[in-house]
């Protein structure tokens, strides 16, 4: 399977090194872990759906939803949990007014289902039907025009979203269930001062990161896909934590005009739970990627587990690479998407 990268390539104008940097009082190095553990997956058949690129799996209740990133018909796809007895698929493929031209992500809100479309710059709320066996679509909302190709995004609450800003002018946009951009906060924690000053978009662009969002604790969590940085955002307290792991910031040089990736696959998927941030690392340089010729396997084998501020609490090394994950503590289980194989979903147990 082939990394999906394609958006990197907007990168421009700008060149960073992997120079000594120094960073702000908020951002904390770490290399080990306390725990290091390996844990074997139990994968999980699906009889009824053919899934090309699985990325995303969430779970609420009897209910789980898997995202297919490259569905041939439909984006996502609904099964009962936890037998995933498949029930109906969504967010249907196609260039008609309620058709998806992408999905980037899903969430369950409270009584509703939320995805995102970058290409429509459009995010769209799905109602259970009255045998809640499908979804079906209530409304679109056109995201404001000053939001830059919106590619992850998290609900903070009944009437606002969270989505990083990819111009770069600051670190995430507030958007009001309306579409409309209320705000934006933060700034890119890059000790890059150069990119910085004269290239955020470029910057931003290196940064994209994904997020998730706990209403119980006030946790958000953003992870970059490229280099291995975690912030860690306590939107009670307004407390803002980063921490920058050996293999460093996002990196990228330009040639010939793109911008290229040249330092390594970074994070794939983040969950903050109630007590932690379980997020999937992969590592991978992209030297290794080129010198494959796309033989290596897609996703990370690795579960980062870091405290609600970060600290690395334990490295999680597992028997088969995966991209997005959902995260059970009560019965100590991880449902993951494994891209590579064509029984796709694997299961964990941890503790």
Same mark, same amino acid.
């Given at each position: 399977?082939?990394?999906?990268?394609?958006?990197?390539?907007?990168?421009?104008?700008?060149?960073?090194?992997?120079?000594?940097?120094?960073?702000?009082?908020?951002?904390?190095?770490?290399?080990?872990?306390?725990?290091?553990?390996?844990?074997?997956?139990?994968?999980?058949?699906?009889?009824?759906?053919?899934?090309?690129?699985?990325?995303?799996?969430?779970?609420?209740?009897?209910?789980?939803?898997?995202?297919?990133?490259?569905?041939?018909?439909?984006?996502?796809?609904?099964?009962?949990?936890?037998?995933?007895?498949?029930?109906?698929?969504?967010?249907?493929?196609?260039?008609?007014?309620?058709?998806?031209?992408?999905?980037?992500?899903?969430?369950?809100?409270?009584?509703?289902?939320?995805?995102?479309?970058?290409?429509?710059?459009?995010?769209?709320?799905?109602?259970?039907?009255?045998?809640?066996?499908?979804? &079906?679509? =209530?409304?679109?909302?056109? +995201?404001?025009?000053?939001?830059?190709?919106? *590619? %992850?995004?998290?609900?903070? #609450?009944?009437?606002?979203?969270?989505?990083?800003?990819?111009?770069?002018?600051?670190?995430?946009?507030?958007?009001?269930?309306?579409?409309?951009?209320?705000?934006?906060?933060?700034?890119?924690?890059?000790?890059?001062?150069?990119? &910085?000053? =004269?290239?955020?978009?470029? +910057?931003?662009?290196?940064?994209?990161?994904? *997020? %998730?969002?706990?209403?119980? #604790?006030?946790?958000?969590?953003?992870?970059?896909?490229?280099?291995?940085?975690?912030?860690?955002?306590?939107?009670?307290?307004?407390?803002?934590?980063?921490?920058?792991?050996?293999?460093?910031?996002?990196?990228?040089?330009?040639?010939?005009?793109?911008?290229?990736?040249?330092?390594?696959?970074?994070?794939?998927?983040?969950?903050?739970?109630?007590?932690?941030?379980?997020?999937?690392?992969?590592?991978?340089?992209?030297?290794?990627?080129?010198?494959?010729?796309?033989?290596?396997?897609?996703?990370?084998?690795?579960?980062?587990?870091?405290?609600?501020?970060?600290?690395?609490?334990?490295?999680?090394?597992?028997?088969?690479?995966?991209?997005?994950?959902?995260?059970?503590?009560?019965?100590?289980?991880?449902?993951?998407?494994?891209?590579?194989?064509?029984?796709?979903?694997?299961?964990?147990?941890?503790?």
């Amino acid at each position: 399977m082939k990394y999906n990268i394609s958006l990197l390539f907007l990168l421009f104008l700008i060149s960073c090194g992997t120079n000594k940097k120094e960073y702000a009082e908020n951002v904390y190095p770490y290399s080990d872990f306390p725990q290091e553990k390996e844990i074997k997956g139990e994968v999980i058949e699906l009889d009824s759906v053919l899934l090309r690129y699985p990325f995303r799996i969430h779970v609420k209740g009897d209910k789980v939803i898997i995202m297919d990133l490259h569905g041939p018909d439909y984006y996502g796809h609904l099964f009962q949990y936890p037998d995933f007895r498949y029930l109906s698929s969504f967010g249907k493929r196609g260039d008609s007014p309620k058709d998806m031209l992408s999905m980037e992500n899903f969430r369950f809100g409270k009584h509703a289902v939320w995805t995102l479309d970058a290409n429509k710059k459009e995010l769209t709320r799905l109602g259970f039907s009255p045998s809640s066996d499908s979804l &079906l679509r =209530d409304e679109a909302v056109t +995201l404001d025009g000053d939001l830059l190709m919106p *590619l %992850d995004f998290a609900i903070y #609450n009944d009437t606002t979203f969270i989505i990083p800003d990819y111009l770069g002018e600051k670190r995430l946009c507030w958007v009001h269930r309306n579409g409309r951009l209320i705000n934006k906060t933060g700034e890119i924690p890059s000790a890059n001062k150069e990119a &910085l000053q =004269d290239a955020r978009p470029a +910057l931003a662009q290196a940064w994209r990161s994904f *997020l %998730d969002y706990n209403p119980n #604790n006030g946790v958000l969590a953003a992870v970059t896909q490229l280099g291995e940085a975690v912030e860690v955002y306590n939107l009670k307290d307004t407390t803002h934590i980063v921490r920058i792991g050996e293999h460093g910031e996002p990196e990228f040089q330009v040639s010939g005009g793109y911008g290229i990736p040249t330092g390594i696959m970074g994070f794939s998927d983040v969950q903050v739970t109630d007590s932690a941030i379980y997020t999937v690392f992969s590592g991978t340089t992209f030297k290794e990627i080129a010198r494959s010729s796309g033989a290596l396997p897609s996703g990370g084998k690795y579960i980062y587990v870091f405290t609600l501020k970060g600290e690395p609490l334990c490295k999680y090394i597992l028997d088969h690479y995966i991209s997005g994950i959902w995260v059970d503590e009560i019965n100590k289980t991880i449902i993951a998407t494994d891209v590579n194989n064509d029984q796709p979903i694997v299961k964990f147990r941890f503790g």
